[in-house]
């Protein structure tokens, strides 16, 4: 088991930032990688950004040059920094991290562990 205790989120003007921090503990060795999803009100929880543990990283097209994930694997925590905020990146912010199952070098199953979730308000 993977728990994840995110915090950070806050409200914050149109065009301010927010650096959200995830602390991942228990059985961290067997994950695979970790990312950061949103979900705004009425609206499908979507991935925002995630980090390999290669370090490589990927972005939601609607916050690229704009948010940059990391982690300190020495403390086991994500992050993610927020620049230039826009009232569209209202949403609770959740933390997760995975592992996989593999036979043969093919995935079988995908276990997803979240954190409970941030708010993140961006005002006008």
């Known amino acids: 088991q993977v728990q994840l205790v995110e915090s950070g989120g806050g409200l914050v003007q149109a065009g301010g930032s927010l650096r959200l921090s995830c602390a991942a503990s228990g059985s961290i060795f067997s994950i695979n990688a970790m990312g950061w999803y949103r979900q705004a009100p009425g609206k499908q929880r979507e991935l925002v950004a995630a980090?390999?543990?290669?370090?490589?990283?990927n972005y939601a097209d609607s916050v690229k040059g704009r948010f940059t994930i990391s982690r300190d694997n020495a403390k086991n925590t994500l992050y993610l920094q927020m620049n230039s905020l826009k009232p569209e990146d209202t949403a609770v912010y959740y933390c997760n991290a995975y592992r996989t199952d593999q036979a043969m070098g093919v995935v079988t199953r995908r276990y997803d562990y979240w954190g409970q979730g941030t708010q993140v308000t961006v005002s006008s």
């Open positions: 980090i390999s543990n290669g370090g490589s990283a």
